[in-house]
């Protein structure tokens, strides 16, 4: 079940800047808990790209950057770049269902 | 540095039980504070929580299909274990183990294995 809404699509040419939105509640974003980002390149495993709301692991490019407030929480990908083509998903842990809760997931084309 | 791969049948006939292994290697599936997960996607969707066992034997389930499924850890193979009884076409997906780094209000997956595709199909 997604219980984090994000747009379906986004789209930008090379170099320009593009968000990502994840829309939660009060038993999950909005009661506290972290928001994590996964990038999903084609055929392969999720990969950590955020976590903490606004960190990101070693080896991820500082063009990713997260933040969150409220109920919500947003992806930023600065100076897009053809690699970038995947889809990237939310995560938070919700409070009422006691389950890890992901994002409807969000697909990146670059123009 | 930590990897998971899973193993396990490609096709399960409708009505019997998925069974998949997620090996750890690069560190002990013992040392530090982390819970080890199932993650599915079927096709085409998004991702599912299945759920989590810490290495004391401690389990959390997704509500959703808690009745079906059971996770194990066998410590001294370095391996945990999933489980999911009495399946049907929706669910085929495939399935990801990941490391949980956990603690008060922040939960995340990493590493995440390569995923097997598991096909529920007579």
């Known amino acids: 079940q997604s219980v984090l809404t994000q747009p379906p699509s986004v789209s930008g040419a090379p170099g320009q800047r593009v968000t990502i939105s994840c829309t939660g509640s009060?038993?999950?974003?909005?009661?506290?808990?972290?928001v994590h980002w996964y990038q999903q390149l084609p055929g392969t495993a999720p990969k950590l790209l955020i976590y903490?709301?606004?960190n990101r692991p070693s080896g991820v490019p500082d063009r990713f950057s997260g933040s969150k407030s409220g109920t919500s929480a947003s992806l930023a990908i600065t100076g897009l770049q053809a690699e970038d083509e995947a889809d990237y998903y939310c995560?938070?842990?919700?409070?009422?269902?006691?389950?890890?809760?992901f994002g409807t997931g969000t697909k990146v084309t670059v123009l | 540095q930590v990897q998971l791969q899973e193993s396990g049948p490609g096709l399960v006939k409708p009505s019997q039980t998925l069974s998949l292994t997620c090996t750890v290697s690069?560190?002990?599936?013992?040392?530090?504070?982390?819970?080890w997960s199932w993650i599915r996607q079927p096709a085409g969707k998004g991702l599912e929580w299945i759920g989590r066992?810490?290495?004391?034997?401690?389990?959390n389930y997704n509500p959703s299909l808690k009745s079906r499924v059971t996770i194990s850890v066998d410590t001294s193979k370095n391996q945990f274990s999933l489980k999911l009884s009495s399946v049907t076409a929706a669910d085929t997906a495939v399935y990801y183990c990941?490391?949980?780094?956990?603690?008060?209000?922040?939960?995340?997956?990493?590493?995440w294995g390569q995923g097997t595709l598991v096909t529920v199909s007579s």
């Open positions: 009060s038993s999950n974003i909005g009661a506290g808990y972290d």
């Open positions: 995560q938070s842990y919700d409070s009422s269902l006691s389950v890890y809760v």
């Open positions: 990941a490391r949980v780094t956990t603690s008060g209000y922040y939960h995340w997956f990493d590493p």
């Open positions: 066992i810490y290495t004391s034997g401690s389990t």
């Open positions: 690069g560190g002990s599936i013992s040392s530090g504070s982390y819970y």
């Open positions: 903490g709301n606004s």
